[in-house]
């Protein structure tokens, strides 16, 4: 329970504490491969719109309402920062009340920034709102070094002065108004946070701003949406060029977030490696256009029951396909780890050449050790597909890597257990619970205490 002036604050009722990894990673997973997966899953609100929606509500002198917000260790670290910049959150259910009516404080703390990247994003609406910030760089991650190079050359592009000093970003405007200027800026890579950093930022700005080679993500265009329910002015978001007329304040409103295509395609891709029917919903289809093209590319079907509603009906031998992440509307490098568990088991050979993040293909090591048969090659993974995998002890490296080992983890032949699940609940809510209600067979363990609860896992 977090405390402010001695008086209990209605926070994270229902939130994963954000304890640091290892104090949360007294436990692991333990699951028995082999079982078929049948029924429905309810998919969760998007982690990647959440947390920058959350930002975005410091756009605002008004209280917020953001609904379908998973419970995600990531959330409460998001809220943890806003909370320290002034922001008072209440949370409901998946209903988050966010009030930055009074924020007064420009400098978000590097001890909860350095435990999430995405904190970055508070940024753009604190020099928008404040004409000040201060934010400690975000430094690399599992995946790569993850600069925010372009973050900062838009914002001076819009008058901000920046300075990096001891591992913090300055930012400031000058003159009275303290208000950044709209300006035109093309984007050397389309970095979805970087285009919703300078998209939240010119909100606010006095006149014109075009994001050119800006990024397409679902998240980019869901932040718009929220922008413009607030009275901003946006066009074109969701396309590869952003017009932002910057307006001199926002105000309240109350907004439902996506459904997250992620989590989507993750459960797509257990019912693909299972061989297993399963439906679910909420889901936009368009958002999954890519990963439902490799998912039939491997021989499954995917057919839209509903307008929100998919249905997974499995091919009984996987074929091998080849893969490439790009940025939207291309492959998601989010599901590129997802799909290597389902290509290790597919018949053939198959490449993935991942070209978003140059440190992300760590579960090969892992995947390996359960059977599979993969060899890398710089940025390339290549595949060659096997019968089975055999369950054995493996380590999560980051968020994706662990929804690979949990799938291949299903799929194996015997039991598998996972360590590293503080990389899981940065970005699942209840993966354990979806999955047994799925028919899975598996449990957290403490693994201080009798490992294992369930007769049919002990060995
Ligand atoms: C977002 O990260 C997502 N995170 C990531 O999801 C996702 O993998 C990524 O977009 C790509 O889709 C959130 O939304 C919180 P980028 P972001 O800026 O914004 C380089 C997950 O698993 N780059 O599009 O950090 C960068 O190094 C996470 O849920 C620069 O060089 O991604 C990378 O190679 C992981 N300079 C590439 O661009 C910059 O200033 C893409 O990064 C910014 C980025």
């Given at each position: ?16 504490n954000?304890l ?67 922001v ?52 690399g ?5 993850r ?17 990096i ?36 930022a ?14 397409q ?12 329910a ?20 926002l105000y ?15 459960f797509?891709v ?9 439906s ?22 995917v ?14 031998r ?17 599901m ?37 048969n993969i060899?890398?090659?710089g ?19 980051d ?18 257990t ?11 809510e209840?993966?354990?619970t ?12 403490k693994v ?12």
């Amino acid at each position: 329970m977090l405390m402010q002036e001695g008086k209990a604050i209605t926070f994270t009722s229902n939130l994963p504490n954000t304890l640091a990894a290892s104090e949360e990673d007294s436990a692991i997973l333990e699951i028995l491969g082999g079982q078929r997966l049948s029924g429905h899953v309810t998919i969760s609100g998007a982690k990647n719109s959440a947390l920058v929606l959350m930002a975005g509500a410091l756009l605002c002198p008004q209280e917020c309402r953001l609904r379908n917000v998973p419970s995600l260790v990531d959330v409460g670290r998001m809220g943890e920062i806003l909370r320290a910049l002034g922001v008072k959150l209440e949370r409901q259910g998946d209903c988050l009340t966010l009030n930055a009516s009074s924020i007064g404080e420009s400098r978000a703390p590097y001890e909860l920034v350095s435990q999430l990247r995405a904190s970055f994003f508070v940024i753009g609406p604190l020099l928008a709102r404040l004409g000040v910030a201060r934010v400690p760089l975000p430094g690399g991650c599992a995946i790569g070094a993850r600069p925010v190079d372009l973050h900062v050359r838009g914002l001076q592009a819009m008058g901000a002065e920046v300075q990096i000093d001891h591992g913090m970003v300055n930012a400031y405007v000058r003159g009275a108004s303290k208000r950044l200027k709209g300006a035109k800026i093309y984007l050397d890579y389309p970095s979805v946070g970087a285009t919703e950093t300078l998209m939240m930022a010119a909100t606010l700005a006095d006149g014109e701003t075009i994001i050119e080679n800006a990024a397409q993500e679902p998240e980019v265009a869901d932040l718009a949406n929220f922008c413009r329910a607030m009275g901003a002015k946006i066009w074109g978001a969701g396309t590869n060029t952003i017009t932002i007329s910057g307006v001199p304040s926002l105000y309240s409103t109350d907004y439902s977030i996506i459904p997250d295509r992620i989590e989507a395609g993750t459960f797509l891709v257990a019912g693909a490696i299972t061989c297993s029917e399963i439906s679910l919903s909420p889901v936009v289809p368009d958002h999954l256009t890519a990963v439902i093209a490799k998912l039939q590319a491997v021989g499954a079907q995917v057919i839209t029951e509903a307008p929100h509603r998919l249905r997974l009906i499995p091919s009984d031998r996987n074929r091998a396909t080849d893969i490439e992440t790009l940025p939207y509307p291309g492959f998601p490098t989010d599901m590129q780890a997802q799909f290597m568990a389902l290509l290790a088991l597919s018949e053939g050979n198959s490449v993935i050449t991942e070209t978003v993040f140059e440190n992300r293909l760590r579960h090969v090591a892992e995947l390996n050790r359960m059977g599979a048969n993969i060899r890398l090659k710089g940025c390339n993974a290549i595949i060659q597909g096997v019968p089975m995998l055999s369950g054995a002890p493996v380590v999560a490296t980051d968020l994706r890597a662990s929804a690979a080992l949990v799938l291949a983890g299903l799929a194996a032949n015997g039991k598998t257990t996972i360590q590293g699940l503080h990389h899981l609940d940065r970005g699942y809510e209840q993966l354990e619970t979806k999955l047994q209600k799925l028919g899975a067979r598996l449990q957290r363990v403490k693994v201080s205490s009798d490992s294992s609860k369930d007769p049919a896992l002990k060995t």
